[in-house]
T-cell receptor, first 114, second 112 residues
């Protein structure tokens, strides 16, 4: 049982390049989330999904797209990276089909956009 | 928008002392009050949570107290140990979608 895994762990992009971050969970969780963490800002919700085939916008969705084609995977895409998207990205999942239960976080992806 | 504030932003204590972190929120409909711990280089991990029908919850050396009237809840750590050094976040739900809203974090340093 690996829990929540994220790929890649580190990435450096040039402005305008695109990339996809992969989140996978093997706990059969319904809800999945993507957050970004910037110094002094805590974690901010980008997008989330309450089940396979569904996605919704969070607090800071601009510049990102997501897909949840399989229940165990949640992909975060950057179509045209900008320096403002330099951040640490965390994926999380929740066993209970509710937003007010424990979220299990992955180890994070550190992204730098130059 | 919803407002979640944590105080203090940094806290340094001697090993064995107690530490208290306070979280103030603005959404009166919030009914779930969790605390997450983030160690260096890792993702956050839930350490304790409380629901609005309970005023206090304790789990060994950590406890959370809730004051719904004043809209704040606090994390209490007793007999601190060096391994308690981390960043702690409160994350009450809020807004129209009811997602968790994370505070900006409190960096706790426990000096041996």
């Amino acid at each position: 049982n690996a829990g929540v895994t994220q790929t890649p762990k580190f990435r450096v992009l040039k402005t305008g390049q695109s990339m996809t971050l992969l989140c996978a969970q093997d706990m059969n969780h319904e809800y999945m989330y993507w957050y970004r963490q910037d110094p002094g800002m805590g974690l901010r919700l980008i997008h989330y999904s309450v089940g396979e085939g569904t996605t919704a916008k969070g607090e800071v969705p601009d510049g990102y797209n997501v897909s949840r084609l399989k229940k165990q995977n949640f992909l975060l895409g950057l179509e045209s990276a900008a320096p403002s998207q330099t951040s640490v990205y965390f994926c999380a999942s929740s066993r209970i089909a509710s937003k007010t239960y424990e979220q299990y976080f992955g180890p994070g992806t550190r992204l730098t956009v130059t | 928008g919803e407002n979640v504030e944590q105080h203090p932003s940094t806290l340094s204590v001697q090993e064995g002392d107690s530490a208290v972190i306070k979280c103030t929120y603005s959404d009166s409909a919030s009914n779930y009050f969790p605390w997450y711990k983030q160690e260096l280089g890792k993702g956050p991990q839930l350490i304790i949570d409380i629901r609005s029908n309970v005023g206090e919850k304790k789990d060994q050396r950590i406890a959370v107290t809730l004051n719904k009237t004043a809209k704040h809840f606090s994390l209490h750590i007793t007999e601190t140990q060096p391994e308690d050094s981390a960043v702690y976040f409160c994350a009450p739900p809020g807004g129209s979608q009811g997602n968790l809203i994370f505070g900006k974090g409190t960096k706790l340093s426990v000096k041996p």
